[in-house]
């Protein structure tokens, strides 16, 4: 059995950076319009008056201080409340191809390898552009790579679950070299006009380098992987090419990311902390040999307490469970990889657990060695 590695990792996130006051400021800005152009339905009750938010009310909620959109223009336009973007169409690279090769080529310069090295790409997002062809054999033809290539989507453990389908693939022998690649472009499916909704994702993209047998500097081994699904509806989204020709026609809130935080906090973090503990358990490691919990990064309290339930104290060290969300939110599936990429200084021998957890209910956890 060869020893199959995370030889390189790559991150990429836009330009335009947005701060909670700013995010603040447009959306009282369109609950005050609202409220004035709503003035007398208001007064009789037939439609409910819109609330403020404020930058201390989501921090609270969600340790977010900041997130990087790919048009801020837009997003905050009281006018318009979302971002600007381009339809997908035949004749340019599709934007998540494009944020996908810019992660991709840091991935495989710290992985030190060339695309002819590389034997198949896999593309895995909670947000999937089109439904064919496939983004992953878009950027496959961009990049001149060889092999196969394919899209997968399982909510917000799109991530984990690709680098898992890397692994297996690898495994089988049917690869040596997999670059696993996952744009998530969330602004577009926001509704900013919803106060518990508004401030919750960023965009980013997220690209590794799983390899068999590697020799590069940054490698860390790959010792367990642990998936599992629960089916939920407590995270949804009803968008999709039925929406068309529905006979019953719904709006962009009703169709668009739709959560009950609080069911959702109440049902995953037991969940995941079992997961992960049976799963340390199961390959005799203590949780306090555990160097960095790279969790997914939906919520600042949910990270605190998964942390919290698999090492059995609330008093721990912050810097093992980092939280990349307070300065790019959330990022659906790239968030745990996003926290590995910049939080994985550990020492040769040291382990780490990268665990993405979402929609679907769907849960991937992958233990690491660093060599």
């Known amino acids: ?92 690279l599709s934007l ?47 990049m001149s790579i060889n092999g196969y290539a394919y899209d997968m989507l399982v909510g917000c453990s799109s991530t984990t679950f690709a680098i898992n389908n890397a692994y297996s693939d690898i495994a089988s022998g049917l690869a040596e070299t997999i670059l696993v690649i996952n744009p998530e472009i969330n602004t577009p499916h926001v509704n900013f006009t919803h106060r518990d909704k508004h401030f919750i994702f960023g965009d980013g993209c997220a690209a590794t ?33 039925l929406n068309r020709s529905a006979v019953d026609q719904k709006n962009d809130d009703e169709l668009l990311f739709h959560q009950n935080g609080r069911g959702v906090f109440k049902d995953v973090c037991p969940l995941v902390a079992s997961l992960i503990t049976e799963q340390l358990k199961r390959n005799d490691i203590s949780p306090n040999d555990i160097s960095k919990f790279w969790l997914h990064q939906a919520n600042g309290k949910m990270i605190r307490l998964i942390t919290s339930k698999i090492l059995g104290t609330d008093d721990f060290d912050e810097d093992i469970a980092p939280m990349p969300i307070s300065e790019f939110g959330n990022l659906a599936s790239v968030g745990s990889l996003f926290a590995f990429n910049l939080y994985n200084n550990i020492d040769s021998g040291e382990k780490g657990v990268i665990c993405s957890f979402g929609a679907g209910y769907s849960i991937c956890s992958i233990i690491v060695e660093k060599t």
Request: proline content about 3%.
């Open 209 to 241: 380098i799983v390899q068999k047998d590697s020799n590069s500097k940054n490698a860390f081994k790959i010792l367990d992987r642990k998936l599992h699904t629960q089916f939920s509806n407590n995270i949804r989204s009803n968008y999709g090419y």
């Open 96 to 142: 998540h191809a494009k944020v996908g090769i810019e992660a991709a080529k840091k991935a495989m310069q710290q992985a030190n390898i060339s695309a002819d090295m590389i034997d198949a790409i896999i593309v895995g997002t909670s947000h999937a552009p089109r439904n064919y062809p496939a983004v992953a054999i878009e950027i496959q033809n961009e």
């Open 1 to 92: 059995m060869h020893n199959i590695f995370i030889a390189g990792t790559g991150i990429w996130y836009p330009e335009s950076k947005v701060t909670n006051d700013e995010l603040v400021h447009s959306y009282n800005s369109y609950v005050n319009k609202f409220n004035f152009d709503n003035k007398e339905l208001i007064e009789d009750g037939s439609v409910p008056a819109m609330e403020f938010s404020s930058s201390e009310f989501i921090e609270k909620a969600s340790h977010i201080k900041s997130r990087y959109y790919i048009d801020k223009e837009g997003s905050l336009d009281i006018n318009r409340m979302k971002p600007r973007v381009d339809n997908e169409h035949p004749d340019r």
